[in-house]
Structures are given as C-alpha cells and as structure tokens.
C-alpha cells in the first residue's frame, strides 16, 4: 500500500507517467493530512488543565479524526485499484457483438465503481472540516492555525474528489444514477464551503 511506503515514493510515482496513482489518490491522500493535522490539535488539548471542561468532547474528536484518517488512507489505495478495474474492462476484446456488449457492461460497472471511491473520498472531506471545526472551537488556541490548515485541505481535496466523480459520470449512461451522484458531490462541496469559511474566520480570529 502506498501510505505504507516513503512519501517521495508516492511523489515519484505520481510525478511519472504512470496513469496510476492520480488525482483521487492525491485528494485522499490531502484529505488524511487534514484528518491527521484535526488530531494534532485535539490531542495537543488533551490533559491540559485549561482545556478541563472540554476533554470529553476533545477525547471523541481525537477518536472520530482518526477513525477519519484510517478510512482516508484506504482510499489512497482503493483509487489506485479501481482504476485497474477500469483499464482491464477497456481492454476487453470487441470483435463481436458478444463481445462488445460484455465489454461496454464491463465498462459500465467499472465507472460506477470508480465514481463510488472519489465520492467516498468527498464524504470523508466534509467530516474532516466537521471536525476542523470543532478543533478550532475547542482546542488548543496555540494550535488553531493547524485546524485552519486543516478545514482548507479538506475543502480542496472535496473539490478535488469532485472533479473525480464527475470525469466518471461522463462515461456512464445511467441518467439516474449520475443525476443522484452529482447532487451528492454539490451538497458536499457546499456544506465543506461554507464549514471551511466559518474555521478561517475562527482561526484568523484566535491568531489575532
């Protein structure tokens, strides 16, 4: 896996013109940091006396950013495989009918599943500016720049996620399926819009 390497690996990798991985994989990947950076903060606030009247709810966000993070670094892996998915159902054979209905169904499945791993990525985005935002409210003001730094890597790497899932949706003929995807992605990118300008006016506030 790629988040078990060395970073100037991943970098190397993806800085070559190697089709994987890609931008899902970078989003997710941007998306952890922001995760990791939420529990940097949370657990700089645990046990500090002047933070007493808040550590169980900073003992959860240490929990929830975390668990976050996890799924954030599966996804830099999950993209990776999908888009093997996808290239072996293009390189199915069409020489006949047959053949090439198997392969546009093939190419079909294929597409939806690699809309599904950016899409998931998108959802994990607005949960780390959920939590940016509660460590920015609620932990430790020595460190709430990183909060800030935080909820806007999440914001970008929802954008990002986005433009994922939609170079997908191009491909699949499922009207129904696009249609409910795409509103997903831009009630995301709204509610993560608006999370990220509330945590920089917060942490611009806190900073002074």
């Known amino acids: 896996m790629y988040v078990e390497g060395k970073i100037v690996d991943f970098l190397d990798k993806l800085a070559s013109s190697s089709p994987e991985p ?97 899409y998931a990525i998108a959802e994990q985005c607005l949960e780390v500016a959920v939590l940016s935002e509660v460590a920015a409210d609620i932990g430790n003001v020595g460190a709430v720049s990183d909060a800030g730094v935080a909820v806007l890597l999440a914001d970008a790497a929802a954008q990002s996620a986005a433009l994922n899932v939609k170079i997908n949706l191009a491909t699949i003929k499922d009207s129904a399926f696009n249609e409910e995807k795409w509103s997903g992605i831009t009630d995301i990118l709204s509610r993560t819009a608006e999370l990220k300008d509330r945590v920089v006016e917060v942490t611009y506030k806190k900073l002074g």
């Open 22 to 118: 890609g931008g899902g994989s970078a989003s997710a990947l941007a998306a952890a940091i922001a995760a990791a950076l939420v529990s940097m903060v949370a657990n700089l606030t645990v046990g500090k006396e002047k933070y007493a009247d808040v550590q169980d709810e900073i003992a959860k966000l240490v929990d929830d950013s975390e668990k976050v993070r996890k799924r954030l670094q599966e996804l830099v892996q999950e993209d990776t495989e999908v888009y093997g998915v996808l290239a072996g159902a293009f390189k199915m054979p069409r020489e006949t009918d047959e053949e090439k209905a198997a392969r546009n169904e093939a190419i079909q499945s294929a597409c939806k599943e690699a809309t599904m791993v950016p």
